[in-house]
């Protein structure tokens, strides 16, 4: 996707919780609607409903691994200010706490000393929460066919039995221009929109929120996706460094931290050894390799990861300089690795771009793969062209997510605006250089953790993302410059889906698994 990092408040006493309490819900299709409203009401409803001043407050209950959970959901807006207490923006957020009964019946939130407390965001740069609020995380999600297929519309959602609701309360952030969260009238969206820019507000949110409901003693963690991974490392220093904020734990899905392993540009070759695995994946997926390496996937990526480091990134630093019996004999095993033609191989000159790729593997079929996620297939309106037309993948979690999250905030939520909940906005400008070089915040995560030993990181990759591939990951983990001693506090988990893991059936499990694990730490 989805990601992916996203751009970056005073929460008043909490309002009464409107109804809702101990809602039950059936496993798949939504049922839950919105309050009864005065007769009268109806007169009103071509008005436009102006988003609450005062965050909305409902409870819940969920079944997480047999367990009942009972939890509080807050959404609100929430105030970026500047130094002299103007606001500048307001941040749209939604929080999940559980609650616990106390000796006189009432709910009461749990102890937060002991209670984990998790930031959630995606990327973009421009995504809004809604991928992992409700893909993996969140008491509720978006539901797909077994392997992430999208099923027809309308959009269903379902209780997630995988809610990580059980391990942590979570608070979801949408940054400036995404979600519900706006630039006031008068300012300058831009100014919460560059790498740095968003560090300082999305931690500024983090440093209101947690005064305003007293969790300064709550251990602390971040989970960011695609280009929110980047947000989380670039957060790591901007917490700790400026508002001593100390994490115990950072998980990063389908990561970018170093954006020169992902740019197919002129005089750069890393992006093209770092991505033949995740080529490799794909064309096993779609059976286009031929023996030996057709037969396990796990012992061909293997192969392939050798083969990159090992093969391909020599003749690639050698440029030119090789011979055309060389070229010859190296193009006739990279096509092997890549599924397609030694003729195409060479056309590219042993250098495939991504949007080559996913047009060139299927293109004898008349089929397109996706970025996001490469087992998906799409159709053009013409093979001849370099590249595919639109990723099906992104596709296919679109209109899914988009209805899911609309019918859920406004009607299980209670959170009624005419406001449109930008998903994802292309008014965010892209953070892959700064300052004329590529970004690079990997330096600022690796001293964050030398500064603070106890901090934890957590990988999640996808073998079919062609949007952050798994090797390019491992490359950056492995040139961070680690101590020895700290080598041991990043851990990587593989899954056999793409960007969204998650939206496959096996992967929103293991995923949850994997996070358990990781929460125990």
Known sequence: MKTSAITLFAISVLAAAA????????????????????????????????????????????????????????????????????????????????????????????????????????????????????????????????????????????????????????????????GFSRANEGENASQFHGLSEDATAVADFIRLWISRNDRWLSPKYLIGESYGTTRAAALSGELQDRLGIYLNGIILVSMVLNFQTLSFDNGNDTAYWLFLPTYTATAFHHKKLAPPLDADLEKTLAEARRFARDEYLPILARGDAISKEEREAFATKLAGFLGVSKDFVLRCDLRVPIGQFTKELLRDQSRTVGRLDSRYKGVDRSDATATFEYDPSMSAI????????????????????????????????????????????????????????????????????????????????????????????????????????????????????????????
């Open 19 to 178: 109804s809702a309490q101990n809602a039950s819900r059936p496993a798949e299709a939504n049922q839950n609607k919105p309050p009864a409203r005065a007769a009268d009401d109806s007169e009103k409803k071509s008005e436009p409903k102006s988003d609450p001043k005062d965050p909305v407050v409902t409870e819940h209950d969920i079944t997480i691994n047999g367990q009942t959970i009972h939890y509080r959901a807050t959404a609100g807006l929430m105030p970026l200010l500047d130094d002299y207490g103007k606001s500048k923006a307001s941040i749209f957020y939604i929080a999940y706490e559980k609650l616990e009964q106390a000796a006189d019946g009432t709910w009461k939130r749990v102890d937060p000393q002991s209670r984990p407390l998790t930031f959630s965001f995606n990327g973009g740069p421009g995504s809004s929460s809604v991928w992992l609020h409700m893909g993996t995380l969140g008491p509720r999600r978006v539901v797909f066919g077994d392997e992430g297929e999208a099923l027809p519309p309308p959009a269903k959602l379902a209780d997630n039995e995988h809610s990580w609701l059980d391990l942590t309360d979570i608070v979801f952030i949408d940054p400036v221009s995404t």
């Open 398 to 521: 679109l209109g899914p997510y988009t209805a899911a999250v609309n019918a859920y905030v406004r009607g299980e939520l209670n959170w009624e605006s005419d406001v449109n909940y930008e998903i994802l906005t292309g008014r965010v400008r892209p953070w892959k250089t700064q300052d004329g070089r590529y970004v690079d915040v990997s330096e600022t995560l690796r001293a964050s953790m030398s500064k603070n030993p106890s901090l934890k990181v957590w990988v999640a990759n996808g073998y079919f993302d062609l949007a952050t591939p798994f090797f390019a990951s491992e490359y950056t983990v492995d040139h961070m410059g680690l101590d020895p001693m700290l080598r041991g506090n990043v851990s990587m988990t593989y899954y056999k889906g793409g960007h969204m893991m998650y939206v496959r059936k096996e992967d929103l499990a293991g995923i949850k698994k994997d996070a358990v694990r990781f929460y125990a730490k």
